[in-house]
Structure formats: C-alpha cells, structure tokens
C-alpha cells in the first residue's frame, strides 16, 4: 500500500554534496593556512616552498568552498543578507563572520607571501618589479606578522566551526554526538579540526611535493592520522552502529578508514623510514580521505530522521 | 517563545476521528498555493500492522508543530524564521536565503525548501491569511471526520482548552524538549 496515501512521499536530504564539499574545502583552508602561517611564523628563512603553497591553497580553497555554499542557497543571489540579519544563537550566523574574516586574512596574507618570495628571487621578475616588491616587503614586515597571528586564530576559527555547525544541531542526534559522552562538549569539532589540519598539510605537501626536507611535516602528519584514528574509534564507539552500516558502510570502512587513513599512515610511516619521497600519492589518499569524511558524516546524519 | 506572546495557538488531532480522505491536504494545497509535488500537510497511514484479529491501521496528521522552544528558530542565521506576536513560527521570505539550516533542524521533517521562491516553507497556521481574521485554519474548517481542533489555549474557555483539560494527549517526539503546540489524542484508535 503507498505508505501516505495520496500524498507522495518527499524525504529530501536537506544538505547533499556540495555542503560536504565546501566543509571540506573550509577545512583544507584552515588547514593548509595554519602549516604555512606556522612555518613562516616559527622558522627563520624565508618562505619556503610549503609556506608558499599553503598560502596560495588556502585564499584559494575557501573561496571555492564559498562559492559552492552559495550555490547551494535556494536563493544564491541574496546570500549578502547574511551580513545584515544577524542571529548571534545561531551558529551559522556567527560562522559567516568567522570565515569572512579568514577569508580576507588568506588574501592579504598570500599576497605578502608573493611579495616576500618576489623580494628573495624565489619567483622570477623583471628588476624593477622585483625592486619594487623588495620595496614592499620591507614595509609590511609588522602587517605580515600580524596577519599571520590573526590568520591562524581564524584559521583555527574556520575548522572548527565546519564541526559546530553540525554539532549545534541539538534535533540530530549523530550530528551532536558528545565527545567521550561529556555532556556539552561536541565530538565533530575536534574530528573536523584534526581532519582539517591533516589534509591542509596534506595539500600544502602536494603543492610542494620536490622539496628536500619535508620529514617534520610528514612527522606531524603521522601524529594527526593516528589521532583522527582514535576519534573515528571513539565515535564509533558513541553511536549507534546503524550509522556506519547500509549504503555509507563502504564509504566508511573502504573510504575514510582504509583509502583516507589507514594506507597513508604505513605508507608515510614506510616512506620516512626508507626515506623515500611518498609525499604524492600519501597526501592525495589524506586529502581524497577528508572529502570521502565529510560525506559520511553530513550523510550519515540525514539518512536516519 | 516569546514571551510577551498575546496567545498561544494550539491544534488537537483526534486521530481515532480521521478517515485518512485528505480533505486537509488539499484545503490546504488552495490555501496556500503550494508548489506540484510539495506539502505543508500531509496525512499518511500508520499500517496495517499486525494480523487479524489484531490490525490495526490509522492516519497521522503530519505538519508543522508549532514548537514553542523551535530548534528552527534558533539555528536560522538570519533570523527569518521567528515566532510571531501571537506565538507562531513563521518564516520572512524576504529574508530567508534557503540556507536549508532549519530543515536539517526540524525534527518533524515539516519543512521544505518552495520550488517557486527558493526560500523555507512550511505550515503557518494559516496565521496571515485566516487566524489573524478570526478564522480557523483551512484544514481545521475542511475536516470533514471532526478530527480537528484549534484555538487559543492561555483562554482557558476555548473549545481547545477545554478538550485538553479533560483528554489524554500526547506531542511528537518530546524527547527533544522543543514543546510543540500540536496535541494528538489516541483515545479509541484500534
Ligand atoms: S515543527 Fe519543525 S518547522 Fe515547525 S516549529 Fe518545530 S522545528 Fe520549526
Ligand atoms: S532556509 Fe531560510 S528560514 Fe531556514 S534557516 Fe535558512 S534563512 Fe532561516
């Protein structure tokens, strides 16, 4: 018998793909940002290849993720509307701010990134350009900072909101899974935060893939694939197992845990002990493995209402 | 909810009285001009379940339950969704963007994203076009079994606070305290 007599019916899946992706995209940012901002604020030398492509991937990966969430909108062309109405219980609201100002903090930063790396004859131009960027470098020394700092607290801001907006949905139990049961405290910030930082290192290595020493980073990387094992155990062990079972079983087992988590930590673990440059093909399983990550969990929380 | 609200405006579903005939679905496809495929209400069947002599088979009203603590409310970015003077939810289509945030929120599936304006939809009560005229909503005049009840329950000598202060009721889901402002009564459902 049709089950609503009449009336067909519509269970629509509010938040799909694109949602995932740009989730994903925000945590790259984030990610990719705080290596490079790190490295730079930390290191002495100039900036190298990494900071450089952490810089450039961030402004890049977040307006991208930007423009698929407008995209998503039923009414794209009013998306500025979130500027001006203004909910501070809704976390949503609060995020739109947040990554606005990262936003903005990824482009300055990564045109002094340019700026710096013009200066230092690590990208080729003419004389007058290069004396000209030298120019400017040289009096944005405090902006650079600055922005660096701010743009790691944003950064850091940015992550961890992509878990809060899920996690403030009180209705979806999965979605405001608390973390090791304590009550209040969400367990999808802390995930999404650890997988934002893995695969915007990830990515950074990508972009720098030839350089000669990237064994700290592979190092950190190892750290944050082992400690997003644990909170992947740790959910698992929080919820019920319907979550992980049906059509998302092979997207969890096959791609996050196997494709996203498990085969980068040997290989990396491999490739650091015999010194072999893995850094392509490691990174791109993390960072395919963050994409496959935010569609079980988006999914996985809709599927069961 | 606000609680300089001037009513509370509740309905009362007396399952066991509705025949499943879909009066109030269709009323309320004219009243409100909803979108092909699209509902704001919908009365879908329970069962049959179980086997002679024990089936059982009924229809459950299905719509917005005007929650007083609406998790809608709270998570909408810009504020279009919001609870009314009188204590309804409702949503501004001038300022909703269809971020879909509330439907990923509404544990009772009751909202939809309008085909034709893009922006978050759902029942209203029929508040502008009809309560706020003193009339009743499309699907409680419709109600062709009698199983529909609304009114104003702070007034303590409407048909609804009447009904409630004498019947067992029940409100869906009320592990997620959202307080929802639609009462179901399974009095005499077989
Ligand atoms: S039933 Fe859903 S749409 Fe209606 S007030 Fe409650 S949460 Fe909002
Ligand atoms: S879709 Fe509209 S009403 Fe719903 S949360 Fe977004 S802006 Fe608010």
Redesign the pocket.
């Known amino acids: 018998m049709d089950v609503t007599w009449g009336a067909g019916v519509s269970h629509e899946i509010a938040w799909g793909g694109l949602i995932a992706i740009y989730l994903f995209l925000a945590g790259v940012a984030g990610g990719a940002f705080l290596t490079a901002a790190l490295t730079d604020l930390l290191g002495k030398k100039g900036p190298s290849k990494v900071v450089r492509s952490g810089a450039y991937i961030a402004p890049v990966s977040i307006i991208i993720g930007l423009a698929l969430l407008v995209f998503d909108l039923g009414r794209p062309f009013s998306f500025w509307k979130l500027l001006f109405n203004v909910n501070f219980g809704s976390v949503m609201s609060i995020g739109v701010f947040i990554i606005s100002i990262f936003t903005a903090l990824s482009v300055v930063y990564a045109y002094l990134i340019w700026v710096s790396s013009a200066a230092s004859g690590k990208i080729h131009l003419t004389t007058g350009a290069a004396q000209t960027a030298a120019s400017v470098e040289v009096r944005s020394q405090g902006l650079h900072k600055a922005v660096a700092i701010f743009g790691v607290v944003f950064a850091v801001g940015t992550a961890t909101y992509t878990g809060f907006l899920l996690s403030a949905v009180s209705t979806n139990v999965f979605w405001s899974t608390p973390l090791l049961g304590i009550q209040g405290v969400p367990f999808l910030p802390f995930l999404f935060l650890v997988s934002a930082l893995s695969t915007g290192l990830a990515a950074a290595m990508i972009g720098a893939f030839d350089s000669k020493d990237l064994t700290l980073y592979k190092k950190v990387d190892i750290v944050l694939i082992a400690l997003e094992l644990i909170l992947l155990v740790v959910l698992y062990a929080s919820v019920k197992p319907v979550f992980f079972g049906g059509n998302l079983a092979t997207l969890f087992w096959l791609g996050v845990v196997l494709i996203g988590l498990l085969v980068p930590f040997v290989l990396t673990i491999y490739g650091v002990m015999r010194h072999k440059n893995l850094v392509l093909p490691v990174s791109s399983m993390v960072v395919l493995g963050g994409v496959f990550l935010r569609y079980f969990i988006v999914y996985a929380g809709q599927i069961l209402r | 909810m606000d609680a300089l609200a001037k009513k509370h405006y509740a309905m009362v579903i007396q399952v066991a009285k509705c025949l499943g005939c879909q009066a109030c679905t269709v009323a309320c496809k004219f009243q409100n001009h909803v979108p092909e495929g699209q509902y704001r209400t919908k009365t879908p069947v329970v069962g049959p379940n179980g086997t002679y002599p024990n089936v059982r088979m009924y229809f459950e009203k299905e719509a917005?339950?005007?929650?007083q603590v609406?998790?809608?409310v709270q998570v909408c970015p810009t504020t279009a969704s919001h609870y009314n003077e009188d204590g309804v939810?409702l949503v501004d289509v001038d300022k909703c963007v269809g971020c879909k945030y509330c439907m990923t929120?509404?544990?009772?599936d009751?909202?939809f994203l309008n085909k034709e304006t893009g922006t978050a939809d759902?029942c209203t009560f029929c508040y502008e076009t009809r309560v706020s005229k003193g009339e009743k909503p499309a699907c409680v005049s419709t109600c062709v079994g009698g199983a529909l009840m609304f009114g104003d329950v702070d007034d303590p000598q409407s048909d609804v606070s009447q009904f409630l202060a004498k019947h067992k009721t029940e409100v869906r889901k009320p592990e997620f305290g959202?307080r929802p402002s639609v009462y179901y009564v399974y009095e005499g459902v077989k």
């Open positions: 917005c339950q005007m929650c609406a998790p809608c939810v929120a509404c544990p009772y009751a909202r759902k959202t």
